[in-house]
């Protein structure tokens, strides 16, 4: 009589106990799996192990307009849009070979047969034989088109509501630089300032100059903003970038102390640089403008479970228990000058890229704000 572990006898047990299925309830479990295949809502397709398409479902056809006689045998590089970079590729793939991991799921734009982008959320997954050896890839996408252009539609509705309001807020931040300006101008065209008064008046100048500026930029960027233009990014370089901006300026800074910490081992990963360098730059302002020229400013990059991140951290006032809920709309603002756009800008900005901000306060022990960008790292 053979001797087997405990370990074993279990599993001839559980074999012994579980019903053999006959070739004909096979057959039909077989055909029911691949009707249901077939026949979803989802779009479905599967490739083998070179990444060779073997088959498609009825909402692959609908959804991008190839025939599964045209699909078959072709890879999906035919889905393939100018959004998705070599970088995001490889470290999606990275992900699906990795054994401990084996599928990737996440949003992807892709393109139909006529060039017509599709956003979608896509998961992909390496399927296995009993020994563990990769034999195809499963891919399931659900097509977000009619959820985004519904989002666009009450994005729109809202932002019509917001008119008056916004044209208060206009009216309110231009009139009053412009006000200063043109008394300053008065002032200057007279000649009857002594040197240190015309100095004092060129400063103010200046300095409403900027401001009315600033105001109009944020404007603009509000009721305009601008595509969302993904390339591969080094974001620990962003931020060192802007901190060195912030450093360098002495009437920002004052007599605030600014640290920054980065990830080493950060890797570049697809972002718009432009836009995701004006969400920094607008929430370090708001830091330093709470601090009021003391305290501490931190700045931190990480990467957390398929996100990386950026950390604002003051040691200001802290936000208020009832403006917490409030801080992300427009026109929403706790200083005496300020056009309460920045925050609504920096969250349209990081929506836009996949990605939410989090955000931390206490009142009189300061604030933090964490900006997480999707990334294929984890």
Do not use: C
């Not at 807020?169 to 008064?197: C, F, T, W, Y």
């Amino acid at each position: 009589m053979e001797h087997f572990s405990p370990r074993k006898r279990v599993k001839i047990a559980e074999r012994r106990t579980q019903p053999r299925l006959s070739k004909a309830d096979e057959h039909r479990h077989a055909e029911t799996f691949y009707q249901a295949f077939k026949r979803s809502n989802d779009v479905m397709f599967y490739t083998d192990r070179d990444g060779i398409i073997r088959d498609v479902n009825d909402a692959f056809t609908k959804h991008y307009g190839w025939t599964r006689q045209e699909a078959v045998g072709k890879t999906p590089a035919i889905l393939r849009s100018r959004h998705t970079t070599k970088d995001f590729y490889d470290r999606l793939w990275s992900t699906i070979l990795d054994p401990k991991k084996g599928s990737w799921r996440g949003e992807i734009i892709n393109k139909t047969k006529d060039g017509r982008e599709v956003p979608l959320i896509l998961s992909i997954t390496a399927v296995r034989d009993v020994h563990g050896r990769i034999t195809g890839y499963f891919s399931n996408a659900v097509d977000l088109s009619e959820q985004l252009a519904l989002h666009a539609r009450v994005a729109q509705s809202e932002s019509l509501a917001s008119i008056g309001e916004m044209a208060a807020v206009v009216a309110h931040e231009i009139r009053n630089p412009l006000g200063s300006i043109v008394m300053a101008a008065k002032q200057i065209v007279s000649g009857d300032l002594s040197a240190p008064d015309r100095e004092t008046v060129l400063a103010v100048l200046r300095h409403e100059s900027q401001r009315l500026n600033e105001a109009l930029g944020n404007f603009l960027s509000y009721a305009r903003p601008r595509e969302v233009k993904l390339q591969p990014q080094d974001l620990n370089e962003l931020v060192s970038e802007v901190v060195g901006i912030v450093k360098g300026n002495s009437e920002l800074v004052r007599g605030a102390e600014v640290e920054v910490q980065l990830l080493k081992t950060l890797k570049p990963f697809p972002m718009d640089p432009d836009q995701v360098r004006q969400v920094l730059w607008n929430i370090v302002l708001n830091a330093l403008q709470a601090m009021d020229g003391r305290g501490e400013l931190s700045v931190e990059t990480g990467h957390a479970r398929g996100f990386a991140f950026f950390r604002v951290a003051d040691t200001g006032p802290g936000i208020p228990v009832s403006a917490m809920t409030t801080i992300f709309k427009p026109f929403q603002t706790t200083k005496q000058q300020g056009t309460g756009l920045g925050l609504a800008i920096a969250e349209r900005i990081v929506k836009a890229h996949g990605g939410r901000i989090a955000v931390k306060s206490e009142v009189g022990l300061g604030a933090a704000f964490t900006v997480y960008l999707p990334s294929i790292e984890d």
